[in-house]
């Protein structure tokens, strides 16, 4: 589970917390840490060599549900994402698209890759950078799901290095 459980989507507020991500300074190097909430222990980020990742939005989980709420629950989450990225297409221009599905049969080492696959984020990156002047910063956003029965989570990565094809 996330911090973001329970909470309703807001493309706007998603995109604020994007901007506001860009302005955290990112590790040079070190280990990949992960942060949570401090009552409850849910994932609020994790940080890594020159990138941050966190949750914008997360489903309730999908346990003992089929479909067609199942499917329900899947074009809302897709819906969330694409108001998301028009948000961002808006500020930034048009996005492209790198899919992680090489990932799968041939898992990167490099960061941030790396990170996104050991949390599960297997979802295709909608992708924009640079999108600072100042600090050259790279945005990606992503729906993600680790098995048939765990939530849906909406995700952004923010680095300070390109996002390439995996391919």
Do not use: K
């Amino acid at each position: 589970m996330t911090a973001r459980a329970g909470e309703t989507f807001d493309p706007d507020r998603s995109a604020s917390d994007v901007e506001t991500a860009l302005l955290v300074p990112l590790p040079a190097s070190g280990p990949t840490t992960d942060a949570g909430e401090p009552a409850t222990g849910e994932w609020t980020s994790t940080r890594g060599d020159g990138f941050m990742l966190f949750p914008l939005w997360e489903s309730d989980d999908l346990v003992g549900v089929y479909q067609p709420e199942w499917n329900d629950v899947e074009d809302m989450a897709e819906g969330h994402l694409s108001a998301l990225v028009a948000e961002l297409d808006r500020r930034w221009g048009p996005h492209r698209t790198v899919t992680m599905g090489p990932a799968l049969w041939n898992p990167p080492t490099a960061e941030p890759f790396r990170t996104l696959v050991a949390m599960d984020c297997l979802g295709d990156l909608n992708v924009w950078g640079p999108v600072t002047a100042s600090h050259s910063r790279w945005v990606a956003v992503s729906l993600n799901q680790c098995d048939g029965d765990a939530p849906m989570i909406l995700t952004a990565l923010v680095t300070d290095r390109p996002i390439e094809s995996l391919e």
